[in-house]
């Protein structure tokens, strides 16, 4: 059974069309989390086609530049196709074949869940549509491409602020449209019941893994656990496993952008959101005294999006995490410490994560452990970055 | 037969929405008034659009108040059922909403994303405050959710003619049509059914009304009309478009 509700967050407020669809979903799923034949393909293809399990890295280096804080990186980056993201779509993808849908669409930012969503479905032999908002298709045209290379069709939507939230409402009006064949991969633990349930579900295996790896590498469970926030898979991933080790704080990073009193900012647990509703959940949203969703901005394009995961609003409330966010410059500079320290380029995601280690390290008795979800690889984000510091 | 038009406040201002429900009004059993919301999900690109539009010129929900108000008290005797988002009453504060709601003249209220035993509380705050909900039912709605939700009827319910959002089609499905026979079937002679999405005009009224329906509600061939045109200011602009409104109004209202 997955949670509706995480204390009054969540829910499903969506269209009546859609009703029966979720329903079916929500049943199809837990019968299929049941089946050992299900979970015997997901493991295979997770392990033997994605890259599972991820190394837990001990990043010495950094650690030594940090000060106080002993650092493990657990290596999301090296999946395949650079991020967490693949863990979700596969799942779903098989989940689309088990309730015999042909068809598979997905919303996408930057371009990653699109991508990922491409590749599961290619692998599976599903049919694969991708809506990316218009401005974003320009920003990142290389992952346009690279979706067209696996077989996917994109479609540019140009309706409101033409990025990631239009084109989940573009999304959830194809599912209401074509629900009787087709899945509808959502890309975050976000969005009407039972999603936020399914994504936790097929990320968990990113806090499963790294539990059992900081025991045999640590031999005690962590001090810290660091994770950067957009709808927040990638977090509930990796906090699912420890949630009821009462030792464990736990951190998840938001996106400062320009500054909370600049208004362009994605932080809506540590900024300015309020309780409401966006695409289906009751959650803290980023929204005008009269409830019109605002624009959002970040450096990182995962992490631009107005409304969080239900499970993180419930989350904070609880205090059981704490959200913080850190501004484009902080993270760019969390985006070259890991690479000069570590030799390994950050996703501009999770350079945010990066980017609060120092601040940790600071609060920090010597020797404390944290674990930080390198959720992506920053190749996607070198041209970027080298265009915004004027390099190239 | 029951023609109820679906009008975008505040597009392409809040004195032509006052024109158009003028103009609506002696060919209208029920006016729906959208506010407008920044993401409206159920709805298609002409309702986006006037939307858009609409948010673009500053409107927001005090200022729809405030027009419902006026017409109030200009005469305008027709009932009003507002098409709000659930945040767009949400934000505003459940109570403080139905509150208004009754206070400035609106009797019922669509809200679109909100399935009915979603929020058991606005359901509680509404029928206290004398605001009627009106419950929507799809084509898979399975048929015990749609026994409950004509059980707990507002001043009409909503049949969805067909799969996705709103928006201007010229056709009728034989799917449509049986949908509607079906649930006119399943309600009895005693429920009011209206039938909405994808209607413009008055053959597809006239072959919902032969599978049972008792009225249709037109949104986007109404926004069409006059969307092509940016006037701002008087209604004299819009002369033409308002007669093209009145006469696909009157050609339903006469079936």
């Known amino acids: 059974m997955i949670e509706k509700r995480f204390g009054e967050f969540g829910g499903a407020y969506i269209p009546e069309l859609l009703v029966p669809v979720l329903k079916e979903l929500e049943t199809c799923f837990e019968k299929a989390v049941k089946s050992s034949e299900f979970q015997a393909k997901l493991d295979s293809y997770l392990s033997r086609y994605a890259g599972r399990p991820t190394p837990l890295y001990l990043a010495e280096n950094l650690s030594r530049r940090l000060g106080n804080i002993k650092v493990y990186l657990k290596r999301e980056d090296l999946l395949h196709t650079g991020a967490h993201k693949i863990n979700n779509t596969i799942g779903q993808a098989l989940l689309a074949k088990f309730m015999g849908k042909k068809r598979v669409i997905a919303e996408t930012g930057a371009g990653q869940h699109g991508v990922a969503t491409a590749a599961a479905a290619a692998l599976l032999g599903l049919e694969c549509e991708i809506y990316m908002g218009s401005k974003d298709a320009e920003r990142q045209k290389l992952n346009v491409y690279r979706m067209n290379l696996l077989g996917a069709k994109v479609i540019k939507v140009s309706s409101g602020s033409k990025t990631l939230k239009d084109a989940i409402n573009d999304a959830l009006r194809d599912y209401t449209t074509n629900c009787n064949d087709t899945h509808y991969v959502l890309g975050s633990a976000l969005g009407p019941h039972p999603y936020p349930g399914i994504v936790r579900h097929f990320q968990s295996v990113i806090g499963l893994e790294a539990r059992k790896q900081v025991i045999e590498q640590e031999g005690r469970l962590p001090d810290y656990l660091v994770a950067c926030v957009g709808g927040g898979s990638n977090a509930i991933g990796l906090f699912s496993h420890f949630m009821d080790d009462k030792d464990v704080k736990m951190v998840g990073v938001e996106a400062g952008g320009e500054g909370i009193s600049t208004g362009r900012h994605a932080a809506r647990i540590s900024g300015d959101g309020k309780k409401g509703v966006l695409h289906g959940s009751l959650t803290y949203v980023l929204q005008d005294p009269f409830g019109q969703i605002r624009e959002t901005h970040s450096v990182s394009a995962g992490l631009d999006y107005p409304a969080i995961g239900p499970e993180h609003a419930y989350l904070s409330t609880t205090r059981r995490v704490e959200y913080v966010h850190v501004s484009d410059s902080d993270a760019l500079g969390g985006f070259h410490l890991l690479s000069t320290t570590e030799g390994i380029i950050p996703a501009l995601e999770s350079a945010h994560a990066i980017a609060y280690l120092p601040v940790l390290s600071g609060k920090c008795k010597k020797g404390d452990v944290a674990i930080l979800n390198l959720s992506g690889r920053g190749d996607k984000d070198v041209e970027y970055v080298g265009r915004i510091e004027g390099l190239i | ?255």
């Open chain 2, 1 to 255: 037969m029951n023609f109820v038009p679906y009008l975008c406040c505040g597009d392409p201002s809040l004195s032509m929405t006052k024109s158009f429900v003028k103009a609506m009004e002696p060919y209208s059993a029920v006016i729906e008034l959208g506010i407008p919301f920044s993401d409206p999900i159920a709805d298609g690109k002409t309702i986006q659009e006037a939307s858009i539009r609409s948010l673009n010129n500053g409107t927001n929900t005090d200022m729809v108040f405030g027009m419902v108000r006026e017409l109030r008290s200009e005469g305008i005797l027709i009932p009003f059922v507002f098409m709000a988002y659930y945040n767009t009453v949400y934000s505003y504060g459940r109570g403080r909403f139905i509150k208004k709601m009754k206070d400035f003249g609106v009797q019922g209220l669509i809200i679109p994303d909100l399935p009915f035993g979603e929020d058991r509380e606005i359901e509680v705050v509404a029928k206290a405050g004398g605001i009627s909900i009106i419950k929507l039912i799809a084509p898979n709605t399975v048929p015990e959710r749609a026994g409950e939700l004509i059980e707990n009827e507002g001043m009409y319910t909503y049949l969805v003619s067909a799969y996705g959002t709103t928006g201007a089609r010229s056709d009728v499905s034989e799917e449509s049509l049986e949908f509607v026979r079906r649930m006119r079937k399943f309600a009895g002679n005693g429920k009011t059914l209206y039938v909405g999405f994808g209607i413009s005009n008055a053959g597809q009224a006239r072959r919902f009304a032969g599978a049972g329906a008792d009225g249709v509600i037109v949104g986007s061939a109404l926004i069409e009309i006059y969307s092509g045109r940016t006037l701002k200011g008087s209604s004299e602009g819009l002369k033409p478009e308002i007669d093209r409104m009145e006469s696909l109004a009157r050609s339903i209202h006469n079936i």
